[in-house]
């Protein structure tokens, strides 16, 4: 099958590489100022080996996009028809004019065939190159570049060309101009807080009317624990039906391993019932991610995950033992994206050259995309607590990562994201003014919008503190300046803003973009099980997987009575808004400072603090039956 479409393939780039290639001049294609906080080390060494995507245009997005609506809306009568892999991808491929083109301009820096990699729907092409050929193509000189605070480093450009004909033929050329650092999040003002008890109930119990019961464990309010979110979102006694049909996963990045030890002792502690529970990792590197060898990918069920456990990384740790302790017995798959893999040589690199500071990169977030989007069997439910500065992520390169969401939606997966933990803030503002500035050349003071919360095809979960339920101060909310409100939220945005003091916040966010978080869930005080010790953690790093396990279960539900999963969930979430019985507890107490303000206020209805508030599984399971 290969062999075929190679054969072919290499005797049209042979025709284009003995013809000689035309000189085209190249042009600026994007130009960026580097975000605060980093700085340019000394040039890239130029034998340095870099893994260059090329984003070819996808002219029919606007029709995937009508398409993944009408199977998301739960008026249209389509509602639950998600699309085929192959009817996603072809409706994301390139004109055959770009590819021609790309890999014509390919072809004439001695790239052709095995050389290049293609994603199932051709929209991505990928070379391995050293940086010298890469600043030749791109017209451009590559640096070290050092984010100062965190120690982070990457090879990165602040601007590169095009021949002048490619301009219409190439969306993004990446890595490039993209300095993002794609954290954890995580709150920064404390980590893990080593408590060796577990939390013991006394007895006591909180009225909460909206939890099983009416009431729950008054040690829930101090310390959470998955008996606790069950309890409190009214999930106790519901046994998965479905698992194995149905899956949930979690997304690592950066060196973080999710520790079996650790897991099992949090099991043992915390959720004795599930403690033959495990899950399995999927290990996605850069560098083996070719659509082409994806067969030589390595998948360990319960296997290469480092189990050093110094090594254990408290996010994934985090989401591991909640999001699969509070779906068991459905089965759960880690997916780990960069760090330090094994090496693996190929003709390109036969030895490994590559520099440390490769490993940190925020392509991860395309690898593990081109990953799962080549798979043919994908978890329904996928939570993700990962994120940076939607500013410090160019236009062009998260249009493109947010598009790929949108595919998945249209499969039918659910796609769940931590909101980000600076409130309206990013966490570092000006530590004299305290306040946030645009990073666009003007230094405007402004509200800082989180990525990938602020992409309209993604779930964005902030934060909640206590029960019965406020927001969390540090829940991260607003208003994205690169995506328009989506007709979705038009109603319930509207009303908020309509409501807010007149010129409250002038200027400092946008009040036609995208607004988030869509939903929330608990992120105090979560307890976990990190290098054999028990302890505390803070975020909506807790809240996205919180809120994914309870999808998850609402996708059991369905399935097991034969209906398809839920997929992209905020049409569903705000046309359940809008009704009288809406399988939400609306959070109206509280708020979410930043950039030396109060930040928006928790209030009736949907707010950019918790969005329309968190999960009422007992509700919501008959809910989610007649959508
Ligand atoms: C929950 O704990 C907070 C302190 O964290 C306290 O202010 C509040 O009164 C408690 N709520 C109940 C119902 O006990
Ligand atoms: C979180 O735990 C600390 C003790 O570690 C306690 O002082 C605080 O009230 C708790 N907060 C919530 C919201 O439970
Ligand atoms: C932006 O403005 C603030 C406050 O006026 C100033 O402290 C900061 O240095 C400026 N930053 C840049 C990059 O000009
Ligand atoms: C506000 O958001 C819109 C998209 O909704 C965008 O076109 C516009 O550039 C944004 N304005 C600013 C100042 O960022
Ligand atoms: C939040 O509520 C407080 C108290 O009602 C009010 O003073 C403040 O103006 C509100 N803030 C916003 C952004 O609406
Ligand atoms: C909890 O869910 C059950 C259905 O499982 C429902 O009958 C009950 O009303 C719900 N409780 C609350 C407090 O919403």
Partial sequence: MLSLRFVFLFAVLSAFAVAAPAEHTHRVKETVLPPRGWTALRPASPAHTIEIRIGLPQPNFAELEDHLYAVSDPSSERYGGHLSKEEVEALVAPHPESVHLVEEWLASHGLLGDALSRSPAGDWVTVRVPVS?????LDTTYHVWTHTASGTSLVRTTSYSLPEHLHAHIDVVQPTTTFSRFTPMRTT???FRANAAVPQSDGAKIAVPYASGGQIAASCNGTITPTCLLE????????????????????????????YDDYHEFLEELVPYATDSTFSVVYINGKDSRTLRFEFLMVFPGGLNNQTP????????????????????????FYTTGGSPPFIPDDLEPTDSNEPYMQASESYALVWLEYVLAADDLPQSISTS?????????????????????????????????????????????PATQECYSNDGTNRTIFIPGFPASCPYVT?????????????????GGFSNYWARPSYQDVAVTKYLGELAPGTYAGLYNASGRAYPDVSAEGVNFTIVWDLETGLVDGTSCSSPTFTAFVSLLNDVRIASGKSALGFLNPLIYALNAGTVTGFNDITVGNNPGCGTEGFNATIGWDPVTGWGSPNFGILKELVLSA
């Fill in 133 to 137: 050929l890469a600043e030749k193509m």
């Fill in 189 to 191: 003002y404390q980590s």
């Fill in 232 to 259: 409190l979102y009214n999930a106790t006694g519901y046994t998965p039906q479905v698992p194995g049909e149905n899956k949930i996963a979690v997304t690592g990045y950066l060196e973080q391993y999710a520790n």
């Fill in 310 to 333: 110094a090594d254990a990384g408290i996010e994934a740790d985090l989401d591991t033992q909640y999001a699969f302790s509070l779906t068991y017995p459905t089965p759960g798959t």
């Fill in 386 to 430: 990962y994120g940076d500065d939607e500013q410090t992520v160019p236009y062009s390169y998260a249009t493109r990562v947010c598009s790929e969401f949108a595919q998945l939606g249209a499969r039918g997966v659910s796609i769940m994201f931590s909101s980000g933990d600076g409130g309206v803030g990013d966490g570092d503002a000006d």
């Fill in 460 to 476: 964005a979960v902030g934060a909640t503190s206590e029960v019965p339920e406020i927001s969390a101060w540090f829940s991260g």
